[in-house]
């Protein structure tokens, strides 16, 4: 029986905070509240809270979507919401990409060393 989106969610979850390159962020995993809807194309996050796709998860292998999980918990550790505030409300798209860039060689870095 396939998982639901909300299982994956919990499973990757679980998958970060056994890995000895990510388990440093269990806390963040813990913060806030994960919801689900359609209304998003992929995946995003207030700074605290993180609302997935639910068919863009089922979309995804699970190291795919333990990438998508630390992603959306990156931007919380790094504060991206908060701390770049002025450049979100000046221009969103451009704050955006600098953040995932930011946020996604991070992710590439460690993974190398990963088990997930």
Known sequence: M???S???ITKSHIAI????????????LSVGKVSFTEDIPT????????IYNPEFIKSLDDKELNFVVL???LHKVYQHMHL???LWKDN????????DYVVN????????????
């Open 105 to 116: 060689y991070a992710i590439y870095e460690a993974d190398e060393q990963s088990d997930i």
């Open 71 to 73: 992603h959306e918990a």
């Open 92 to 99: 969103p798209m451009l704050a955006n990409m600098a953040a």
């Open 17 to 28: 905070m056994r890995s000895k390159e990510f388990c440093m962020f269990a806390g963040v």
């Open 43 to 50: 995946a995003c996050t207030n700074g605290r809270d993180v």
């Open 6 to 8: 909300e299982q994956r």
């Open 84 to 86: 770049w505030k002025k």
């Open 2 to 4: 396939a998982l639901t």
